[in-house]
């Protein structure tokens, strides 16, 4: 159970014949000024094993970019420290904006994309993240996010 964007929010196709701009499917650069990892927003589903999660995008530093690149393919990367970012991916079901909310990025093993952790605020997804969600709302999710108004 989860959905994903495919870029962060800021990427522009014509980016993409810019020399100093790339996405792939896990990193991103913007005009060698702007760098983004593609992670994971983990949220319980109360009552069961399963976990629901949003793909998301957080922007780096371009030391912690440059950091997390050096380790990617690493065996035992996850003994990293997180890495602090901005989320850089709307999720337009959430009443307030998800735009910007503080987090950080936990290395996971090789082949693994990060666990994007919320600062514990009270904004709804980082509720969500910390209390967990009813398949109800996972339902719903999937109905917003599959057929939108």
């Not at 964007?5 to 810019?18: G, R, Y």
């Not at 997180?82 to 904006?97: C, I, M, R």
């Amino acid at each position: 159970m989860s959905y994903s964007t495919m870029a962060p929010d800021v990427w522009d196709p014509s980016f993409e014949s810019e020399p100093d701009s790339m996405l792939s499917s896990d990193q991103c650069v913007i005009k060698g000024q702007h760098f983004f990892i593609r992670g994971l927003i983990e949220i319980p589903v109360i009552g069961s094993q399963d976990v629901f999660s949003w793909g998301v995008w957080v922007s780096l530093s371009s030391d912690s970019f440059a950091h997390a690149l050096n380790v990617w393919n690493t065996e035992g990367r996850e003994a990293e420290k997180p890495y602090f970012g901005w989320l850089s991916t709307a999720l337009g079901l959430y009443s307030e904006s998800t735009t910007n909310l503080k987090t950080n990025a936990h290395t996971r093993p090789v082949g693994k994309r990060p666990f994007i952790e919320l600062e514990p605020t009270d904004h709804p997804l980082a509720v969500e993240q910390r209390t967990g969600i009813t398949q109800d709302r996972v339902r719903e999710i999937a109905i917003a996010v599959l057929h939108p108004a």
